[in-house]
Structures are given as structure tokens and as C-alpha cells.
């Protein structure tokens, strides 16, 4: 049955098995080779997995037998992570496996002897699709508050504009996922044609997402600070660009390094793009 306690004590061995556990490989194995080993999910970090099971559990809107079914899964995803990790740490994970035995109700007696886990059935589909674009979102919001210095604990609003209708379709389905893992106090679509208000922005393909900047900021040091790191970013970029144009360089340098210059390039030009729409937002407010 669902209970208080017994969200809390799966929430808590989640949080050990999922977040610690990989730290634990590092004496043994490279951690990247490790945690590739064991989970092969590239991209996939169980802490976002931890946070949206811990929102939809205590929020009032989900009914209990939705909650239930969450539960089943964090129980379900646990028991066969501890299989996944078993031949590399065998001592930690057949104990935490045990001690929750009557939660998960694997019928071996040992973890040792329980059958390993395949992930041959597991494919791509449009809810790993969803998710993914909940943590786009997210990770540009969380962004935009650790550039501007806005404090994790102050509630900010968020405009949508343009994207397309499964952009609309997936805040409609994740908006709360979107709220809280943001710290978002609204979100509003606003029109194509409409007037923002200045706006700190990010952009998820042709998603356009705002944050108003009005009493969030101090406009004067704001602009100086943006100003500073169009200066730096600016000469990074000609000098990699005169390398780059260098047929000297281009034939004496390794390829790696070619495609590293190359990729750095394309990433300054991008961070220049939004420095500047950043700019010309941030004199709307002076």
C-alpha cells in the first residue's frame, strides 16, 4: 500500500543506489568505462529520473493509483540496477538487495543467483523523446538563473513563443515537471506577433523560451558582464579562425586538433549569437 514511510525509505535507497553507488566503482574501474558498462544509457542521468518520480509522488493532482505505479517502477528499476552492478560490486549491492527483498519480492534467495538482466527489448520511443525534451527545457531555464545569478529558490515566470504543436502537446502533459524542476511560478505561451517584455532567452530548436528580467537583475552590471564576454569569446574566435585559415597549420596539424578548433568555432559563434540577442534585451531595461 502507499504510504508516506514507505515513499520516503524507497526514495532514500534510491538516492544511495543511484547517485553513490557509481562513486563507489571509482578505486576499481575508470569511472566513464564503469558507469558505460553498467548502464549503457548515453545521456541518461538517474538523478532527473529520482527528481520527476519524487514530484509526481507528492503532488495532490496524481492520483493514488498512478503514485502506485511509480512506486512499482522505482522498486522495479532498483532491483535491477543492483543486478546490473552485482559482478562489479558484489558485497553492496546483495545488501541493499536483501534488505529490500520484501519491497521488490525477486523470488531467489540471493541476488548471486538471480538472472541478469537484458536489455534487448529496450528501443527509442516517443516517451524517451518527451523526457528528453523536458530536460532541454529545464537545463536552458536552470541556465539562464545561473548566468543572471537568479537565486535557485525564487519563483520567475516563462514565456513560450513559437515551437510547434508537440511543443505545446509536451508542456501541456509536463508542465508540472517543467514548473518545479525550473522553479517556475507561471508559464504562458505569448503570440508570435506579440511584444515581450526584456527577457533573458534559450532556444530548443524553434522552441523560443523567455524568462522577464524586470527586478530580477541589475541592468547596468548585467550589460557590462555580457559586454566583457562578447570582448573574450570575440578574440578566441579570431584566433582560431586565423588557424584555421592557416594552410601552414591546416597541413601540419593533427586531425583531432583541426576538429576540436572547428567544433570550438562553431561553439563561440553560437554563444556570440545569444550574447547579443542577450544584449540588445538587456538595454530594454536602461
Not at 114 to 134: C, L, M, Q
Not at 213 to 236: D, M, V
Request: glycine residues 4%; positive net charge; hydrophobic residues 40%.
Amino acid at each position: 500500500m502507499y504510504n508516506k514511510n514507505n515513499t520516503l525509505f524507497i526514495y532514500c535507497v534510491f538516492y544511495f543506489a543511484f547517485l553513490y553507488i557509481p562513486v563507489l566503482l571509482l578505486p576499481i574501474f575508470s569511472f566513464n568505462d564503469s558507469f558505460h558498462m553498467v548502464f549503457p544509457l548515453k545521456g541518461f542521468t538517474f538523478d532527473w529520473y529520482i527528481e520527476m518520480c519524487k514530484i509526481r509522488l507528492l503532488n495532490q493532482s496524481y492520483k493514488l493509483d498512478e503514485k502506485k505505479a511509480i512506486l512499482r517502477s522505482l522498486i522495479s528499476t532498483l532491483e535491477e540496477l543492483l543486478r546490473l552492478a552485482h559482478p562489479i560490486m558484489p558485497f553492496i549491492t546483495e545488501e541493499i538487495w536483501q534488505q529490500f527483498k520484501t519491497k521488490h519480492k525477486n523470488k531467489s534467495s540471493s541476488i548471486m543467483i538471480s538472472k541478469y538482466p537484458s536489455g534487448n527489448s529496450i528501443k527509442a520511443t516517443k516517451e524517451v523523446s518527451d523526457i528528453e525534451w523536458v530536460k532541454e527545457i529545464v537545463s536552458g531555464i536552470r541556465n539562464i538563473r545561473g548566468e543572471m545569478k537568479i537565486k535557485p529558490s525564487l519563483k520567475i515566470a516563462a514565456l513560450f513563443q513559437e515551437g510547434d504543436n508537440s511543443d505545446k502537446k509536451r508542456l501541456k502533459e509536463f508542465g508540472l515537471l517543467v514548473t518545479e524542476l525550473s522553479g517556475l511560478s507561471s508559464v504562458q505561451w505569448v503570440k508570435e506577433d506579440g511584444k515581450s517584455p526584456a527577457s533573458a532567452i534559450n532556444f530548443y530548436k524553434n522552441l523560443k523560451i523567455m524568462i522577464p528580467l524586470e527586478g530580477l537583475i541589475k541592468p547596468t552590471e548585467e550589460k557590462e558582464r555580457i559586454e566583457k564576454n562578447i570582448i573574450k569569446l570575440t578574440r578566441e574566435s579570431e584566433s582560431i579562425s586565423n588557424q584555421l585559415n592557416n594552410d601552414l597549420f591546416i597541413k601540419k596539424a593533427p586531425s583531432e586538433l583541426i576538429k576540436e578548433h572547428e567544433k570550438r568555432f562553431k561553439e563561440i559563434s553560437q554563444k556570440l549569437l545569444m550574447m547579443n540577442i542577450q544584449l540588445l534585451e538587456i538595454k530594454k531595461l536602461l
